[in-house]
């Protein structure tokens, strides 16, 4: 069965130019050209991915991206920012994007990024039912889900998965390009720098001091770890 994509995208010259590489690379299609109309087809269809513009009329993409998770709906996201914007960036994933593409990008990249998330996503449905336990961090890998001290933690997918690999390789340094490739799937060089906001927004959530973090920890020169808890 051919994975289904939506595309949401306002400017019909980049719908046309991303509709034909991703149909060319045996994906089936849909497009919605605004943010509302987006949300709608949503709740009427189900899709692999969503290809989503940030800079819609009547809803923005990273309101609509916020709303469809607000919504309990994990399809994976890949953002279209429209500038090298560092901000955008970061917000976007902070909203539960799993991934970011800056306008102008090439057709081949946006595939292999769609292809990279779609493998990881395949990936994560095979982890086994034994939880993950590291201090007062346990991870249930099949439920998607993660508790600290007792509560459970509202993570996005990315952070779920990174958090989940952080720990199941707990006392290993890992580097960028280790995690980017495991989490983020990516078979070519990446931006490292969206390792360092993924980690940076879980010690938010598990360190009672994120300048001296007990649990991930940066190994300067090479990565981070994930250390046992005394």
């Known amino acids: ?9 306002d400017e019909p010259a980049i719908v046309t130019l991303i509709r034909f590489n991703l149909e060319k690379a045996g994906f ?3 497009v919605s050209y605004d943010g509302e109309e987006a949300i709608a087809r949503l709740q ?16 923005d993409g990273m309101e609509v991206c916020k709303k469809i998770r607000q919504d309990d709906n994990f399809v ?6 429209a500038k090298d ?3 955008d960036k970061i917000y976007g994933l902070e909203m539960g994007a ?14 292999a990024r769609i292809q990279a998330i779609l493998r990881r996503t395949d990936r994560s449905k095979t982890y086994e039912d034994e939880n993950l336990k590291i201090g007062d961090l346990v991870i249930s890998p099949k439920r998607f889900e993660a508790h600290f001290k007792g509560e459970l933690l509202e993570l996005t997918r990315k952070e779920f998965e990174l958090i989940a690999y952080l720990t199941a390789h707990k006392g290993q340094i890992l580097s ?31 360190e009672v001091d994120t300048k001296k973090p007990q649990y991930i920890k940066t190994v300067r020169g090479f990565g981070y770890k994930m250390e046992e808890v005394e």
């Open 1 to 9: 069965m051919d994975r289904k994509i939506l595309i949401v995208e």
């Open 28 to 30: 089936q299609t849909d």
């Open 44 to 59: 009427e269809e189900t899709y692999d991915l969503i290809v989503l513009d940030v800079m819609l009329p009547k809803m």
């Open 76 to 81: 994976p996201i890949l953002m279209l920012t």
């Open 85 to 87: 914007s560092e901000y």
């Open 98 to 111: 799993d991934d970011y593409l800056t306008k102008p990008f090439s057709p081949k990249e946006l595939i």
């Open 176 to 206: 960028r390009e280790q995690l980017l490739s495991a989490v983020w799937g990516y078979d070519f060089v990446g931006d490292t720098r969206i390792v360092d906001v993924q980690v940076s927004n879980l010690r938010e959530k598990i």
